[in-house]
């Protein structure tokens, strides 16, 4: 079984201060991880993905995540929060359960990013 | 096509109607997701489809709901004897099979997603 816990249902940053958003996650074989963000009216998109090569993952838009096995977390992080980054983001996790790779999901968070 | 389409974008319903969703994949993508997104909720897994095997569908919530895909090609989600609960944006996502080197086929797909199908039960 798999699954997904993203803290915090929203998380409220100011522009250029630190963004973080929690992933911890759930599985009985080693998994990939992924996140996807999903801007107002537009549908999901990658953001970046983790595949077992190294732990520290860059995405698109300066995002990038790091694996930690030790604590079963995939946390994103970006140095520098823009405007246009305010959307929701989800975490992913992908394992194969009876021979299926079928992407598990957090509830999402809700990035507000202030002025 | 170049990417996932799905219609209707919007459809508004009332209780007791039947609904036909449909999902168009990207060319050449072997996999076909359904996912439901609740209001303030995350994605719930509905039928996964791969190829010509027997589809998924372990995440369908009733007998209400099915889903068909011919081939490797489009796919409808119905449900019948439609509920206010039904009330959700309906997500397709198709994804492509490719070798991962001592992972095996189809391990770290990629879900491109479509714009999503907003269903409205009065």
């Known amino acids: 079984a798999q699954s997904v816990t993203q803290l915090g249902s929203h998380v409220s940053v100011s522009e250029g201060a630190l963004v973080l958003l929690r992933c911890n996650y759930s599985?009985?074989?080693?998994?990939?991880l992924f996140w996807y963000v999903q801007y107002p009216n537009q549908g999901l998109q990658l953001l970046l993905k983790?595949?077992?090569?190294?732990?520290l993952v860059k995405g698109i838009n300066g995002f990038e995540a790091e694996f930690k096995k030790s604590e079963t977390s995939f946390h994103l992080t970006k140095p520098s929060a823009h405007m246009s980054d305010a959307a929701e983001y989800f975490c992913?996790?992908?394992?194969?359960?009876?021979?299926?790779?079928?992407?598990?999901f957090g509830r999402g968070t809700s990035l507000i990013v202030h002025p | 096509g170049a990417g996932v389409s799905q219609s209707p974008s919007n459809k508004v319903t009332e209780k007791g109607k039947d609904v036909e969703l449909r999902c168009d994949p990207i060319?050449?993508?072997?996999?076909l997701y359904w996912y439901r997104q609740r209001l303030g909720q995350g994605l719930e897994f509905l039928i996964y489809?791969?190829?010509?095997?027997?589809?998924?569908k372990s995440g369908l919530p009733s007998d209400r709901f099915s889903a068909e895909r011919t081939g490797e090609s489009v796919s409808t989600l119905t449900i019948q004897r439609t509920q206010q609960e039904d009330s959700a944006v309906y997500l397709c996502?198709?994804?492509?099979?490719?070798?991962?080197?001592?992972?095996?086929?189809?391990?770290?797909?990629?879900?491109?997603f479509g714009a999503g199908s907003r269903l409205t039960v009065l």
């Open positions: 060319s050449g993508h072997t996999a």
């Open positions: 996502a198709s994804s492509s099979r490719f070798l991962l080197q001592g992972r095996g086929w189809a391990g770290a797909n990629v879900l491109t």
């Open positions: 992913a996790v992908s394992a194969p359960v009876g021979g299926s790779y079928i992407p598990t």
């Open positions: 599985s009985s074989v080693p998994p990939y």
């Open positions: 983790y595949t077992s090569a190294a732990t």
């Open positions: 489809f791969q190829g010509n095997s027997a589809p998924d």
